[in-house]
């Protein structure tokens, strides 16, 4: 650019000395005074002048211009802060003016458009429910990380690689419908992955059939969890007050019907009424306790509790029991265990409810074990026996309320017993676990914190 700059002005020169030189040499040759050959050199003078003043505006014109090309060029490749120095010419001045207000004004545009961008990041990723966009081939343009939690996905995918929901046909072919009617789609679907229950809402983001789409998942299956529950719930507590209500009716007609008189019946059916009636006190009293551990509404607060001298009290009483039934029953437990953070009729509920479940599954001539260990800053209890064992797809559900493995149907109990226990030792921040063979024998163990690591009262929790 510099050497064409250089060319042109010697150009202008060169020029400009040949016109002054002809201009004299005419003079000459044509005999003109000397006062018009001075009006003939004056006139080439000026003309020459003239060029030279023509040639020096376009060269300023024509740098002011590349720079403001050069300036375009700049802010196209990125450079947002760039600005074009105030030159002195009028002329391109006001380009330079406008050029420069122009990047300013589409900065402040860029600055807004990020912040916005990043409103809606925080907002896409902060919601619970799954937001995703998926383009005319059916592959996932977008989606935000409660989706990502949903379809199983790395957060970290890469979305060049498209990532198809073909397997999800349900999902499939709601897009396709929202695709086609260009209108909102909704249903409640399942999701190949996990197999969550989710709700659908496809919209259309383009108004061509085709187009791309918008789908929003609610989560839906802890709520359904929850109704499968309820319906379970109810399900199994007219299960359990059913048979007893039946026997005190049974028994109530036969006594009326003339039994009453009977001295040999009358006796053994009021003694069964008892019996039957006392059963569903106990499931009352047990389901009004678990409602309340798993509603924060029991008083939980935590003491110190000489946990061996109840492991000792409540085990010598069901070695007689046991003892009656022909079964082996013995307590080990050190005599330098330390306290517990609980509440002492609590923790004796615990073990009462672990040895009821010992002696219903242990066979005469059994043997059943409970014993107690301190380990840094909690005390583990287990209670072992050698009975029927619980099979391996029963061991996930055990400690649920009303559960009961089938073999156990014929036997007393309202199928409480384990859920209490395992919502009272939650509640002190302690663990509940099984071991279980089939065939074998089962070990329940759980774990409560040592006093002394206790620094605060402890809340009911719910489960």
């Not at 020096?56 to 947002?80: K, Y």
């Not at 840094?376 to 649920?400: A, K, M, Q, T």
Request: net charge negative.
């Amino acid at each position: 650019m510099n050497s064409s700059r250089g060319r042109l002005w010697c150009g202008v020169f060169v020029c400009g000395f040949l016109l002054l030189a002809w201009v004299g040499v005419a003079a000459f040759q044509r005999g003109i005074g000397p006062v018009n050959t001075a009006i003939a050199l004056a006139g080439g003078t000026a003309i020459v002048a003239s060029a030279i003043v023509a040639c020096l505006a376009v060269s300023r014109s024509s740098r002011a211009i590349r720079e403001v090309i050069e300036g375009i060029e700049r802010v196209d490749a990125g450079d947002l802060d760039y600005r074009i120095r105030q030159g002195e010419s009028e002329e391109t001045g006001d380009l330079v003016v406008a050029f420069n207000r122009m990047a300013t004004s589409l900065t402040s545009m860029m600055g807004d458009l990020s912040g916005e961008r990043n409103k809606l990041s925080a907002v896409m990723e902060t919601m619970s429910d799954g937001v995703i966009v998926v383009d005319s081939s059916g592959d996932v343009e977008l989606l935000n990380g409660a989706a990502t939690t949903l379809f199983g996905v790395d957060p970290g995918v890469n979305l060049d690689a498209p990532l198809s929901v073909g397997h999800d046909h349900e999902l499939r072919q709601l897009v396709a419908a929202c695709r086609s009617s260009r209108e909102p789609q909704y249903a409640e679907i399942i999701l190949t992955t996990g197999r969550r229950t989710v709700s659908a809402v496809a919209t259309p983001l383009e108004e061509e059939p085709g187009g791309a789409v918008l789908v929003t998942l609610h989560d839906l299956t802890e709520l359904r969890q929850v109704e499968t529950s309820r319906r379970e719930f109810v399900s199994n507590v007219s299960h359990e007050l059913r048979t007893p209500i039946s026997s005190i009716k049974a028994m109530a007609e036969t006594l009326e019907a003339g039994g009453l008189h009977d001295p040999r019946i009358n006796a053994d059916f009021v003694k069964r009424i008892h019996i039957e009636t006392d059963r569903m006190t106990t499931l009352v009293k047990d389901l009004l306790d678990l409602t309340r551990l798993q509603s924060g509404q029991a008083e939980m607060n935590a003491q110190q509790v000489d946990i061996a001298s109840v492991i000792r009290e409540e085990g010598s009483r069901y070695v007689q029991v046991a003892e009656g039934l022909g079964i082996e029953a013995r307590v080990s437990v050190p005599d330098d265990l330390p306290r517990v953070a609980a509440q002492e009729d609590r923790m004796r509920q615990v073990v009462r409810n672990l040895l009821d479940n010992a002696l219903k599954f242990t066979p005469e001539n059994g043997r059943i074990d409970i014993s107690a260990s301190a380990n840094h800053d909690v005390v583990e209890v287990r209670v072992s026996d050698n009975g029927v064992g619980i099979p391996p797809e029963s061991l996930p559900h055990i400690f649920e309320r009303f559960y009961k493995v089938e073999r156990s149907r014929r036997n007393e109990g309202s199928g409480l017993g384990l859920a209490i226990v395992k919502n009272i030792v939650q509640a002190y921040g302690g663990e509940v676990g099984v071991e279980s063979r089939e065939g074998e024998g089962s070990t329940f163990s759980f774990t409560v914190s040592v006093a002394e690591s206790v620094d605060a009262p402890v809340a009911s929790a719910r489960v």
